[in-house]
């Protein structure tokens, strides 16, 4: 069966390694990224079930390649899910703006915490709104 | 014959009185010419004595690198310095005998005028000598530059008769802090990075086989990445509040059970410390609007500090209140108390109590600072009375609907 595969562009090495590994014990598959340009490229090369993308990056910011992803007709419909150290910033609203299914705040959760929310994203994804399997439905 | 001719020695002898009178007059005359000389030289050395002193003052007044403007009790400028002119844009003939409020507009940070009777020159003329550091002046050509400025009366015979302004250009000032806070919201964004590093391998460390201790160490890693995530939340939250764009966005929360949550995650310190603590509300359920970031730095300031600074076997009240449109929170312990001295400015940036560095040798001071600020921006009050010694009650009111500030940063 093929792994769902994931793209994470991230910058800091030690933040990239440790959701890299706990990504991939998790069972799916990683392509690491460490600037805004190597997310763009790994993301074209992969096309992947979904990008895990910090926002300062060197080389491009994230919402710069946010905003290119979603131009490009073969990228536009990759979900993205935007990294941010904090919460409550005006970074979460613009990056929903540019397109962005979701964000993590890394400072408020564990690393366990980041993989169960990928891990539901995939979940909710299979499941779209209004088409939920109820108890007893047929189709 | 009749002595109506006199003798000609008679006729010399009047001639000679004669000239001896007409001498004491001319010798009269003669010293009070010379007193008049004296006196007009004196006049003259007083005029120009006073030439030269006026000329002094105004060279004095013309090198005071600040600027100076007097008015009359009617508000007419009666006198402008070179400073004064340069930084206004006006030359002296343009504004000598006009008004002062008609020409020289004031406004605030906000770009709003400020009403005239809160302009520090207005209050200096019914006697109140004033400092103002949050103003703008608009000049001539209608740009604007933030002033520092100090207002007095002037006094003659008891009487306020005008007022002086003397005012600096502060853009440099501004700058300066603008660039400061700037740098320590980067900085404290910064090292966020490696703190959630430091904190996720600490959590891998976890599931990994170590020995008793090495689990132990662990544990204080925890406890000391939590203490300086705290630190630099604290300083993230300074410099957001001096920024001055805190968003406020309510939420319906049960203020009893957050209040409630939190005094739970002291249990264990409070426990430690033999502290014994009570938490009391009026209603079991106290539904309010309110922003969740600001109430937790109010909360997570004034509940720790209870347990901080009381000492062993001492005892900590909680209760909440409604009354009217708001809820009271009321937080007493029976600590070390805040001198009287201090209690003034407790709540100013990096104000720690004198007695303070007994219990907690090094604080940086902010928590109250951060706690008033975001109890005003929910439209609240926090007030506090102690008794060295004895203990402190902290008491903190808020709306119950709390209004919403639009904002670009949110207090963490």
Known sequence: MNKTKIVLVEDDEILAKVLHEELVEAAFEVALAEDGEAGLTAVRKNMPNLVLLDLVLPKKHGFEVLAELKKAPETRDIPVIILTVLGADEDIKKGLELGANDYIVKSQHAVAEIVEKVKDFFAKESHPEGKKPKVGDKS | ?412
């Open chain 2, 1 to 412: 014959m009749e002595n109506r001719e006199k003798t000609t020695e008679q006729l010399k002898e009047d001639l000679r009185k004669t000239r001896e009178e007409l001498a004491i007059q001319k010798w009269g005359i003669e010293k009070t010419l010379e007193g008049m000389k004296v006196l007009v030289k004196e006049l003259i050395q007083k005029g120009e004595e006073a030439e030269k002193a006026k000329a002094q003052d105004e060279a004095l007044l013309a090198s005071i690198g600040d600027g100076v403007i007097a008015i009359d009790m009617d508000g007419r400028i009666i006198l402008m310095n070179k400073a004064a002119q340069t930084m206004l844009g006006w030359h002296p003939a343009e504004l000598l005998d006009k008004s002062f409020f008609e020409t020289i507009p004031i406004e605030d940070e906000k770009g709003k005028p400020v009403p005239l009777e809160q302009q520090p020159i207005s209050r200096a003329l019914v006697g109140t000598t004033t400092t103002g550091h949050s103003y703008y002046y608009i000049r001539k050509d209608k740009t604007k530059f933030p002033a520092a400025m100090v207002a007095t009366p002037v006094i003659i015979d008891k009487k306020i008769v005008g007022a002086i302004e003397v005012f600096r250009d502060i853009t440099k000032e501004k700058e300066i802090d603008k660039v400061k806070t700037e740098f320590v919201s980067i900085a404290s964004h910064q090292l966020r990075t490696p703190l959630i590093g430091i904190q996720w391998l600490a959590e891998l460390l976890k599931k990994e086989k170590l020995t008793d201790k090495g689990q132990e160490y662990l544990n204080d890693i925890r406890i000391s990445i939590q203490r300086l995530n705290k630190l630099v939340e604290l300083l993230l939250n300074v410099s957001r509040l001096e920024e001055g764009k805190i968003e406020i966005s309510p939420q319906s929360i049960d203020v009893v059970n957050f209040i409630k949550k939190i005094v739970d995650s002291l249990a264990i310190l409070n426990s430690k410390k033999r502290l014994s603590l009570t938490f009391t509300a009026d209603e079991p359920k106290i539904m309010a609007l309110t922003d969740v970031g600001a109430l937790q730095n109010i909360a997570q300031t004034i509940l720790p500090n209870a347990t901080e600074y009381t000492p062993e076997g001492g005892k900590i009240e909680v209760k909440i209140k409604k009354h009217g449109r708001m809820f009271l929170l009321t937080v007493s312990d029976t600590g070390i108390g805040i001198p009287k001295k201090d209690q003034g400015r407790m709540f100013q940036e990096f104000a720690r109590a004198s007695n303070a560095g007994r219990i907690k040798a090094a604080g940086m001071g902010l928590g109250l600072w951060i706690a008033k600020q975001a109890t005003e921006l929910l439209g609240g009050k926090i007030w506090f009375e102690s008794q060295e010694n004895r203990g402190t009650t902290f008491f903190v009111e808020l709306p119950l609907k709390s209004k919403s500030i639009d904002g670009t940063k949110k207090l963490v």
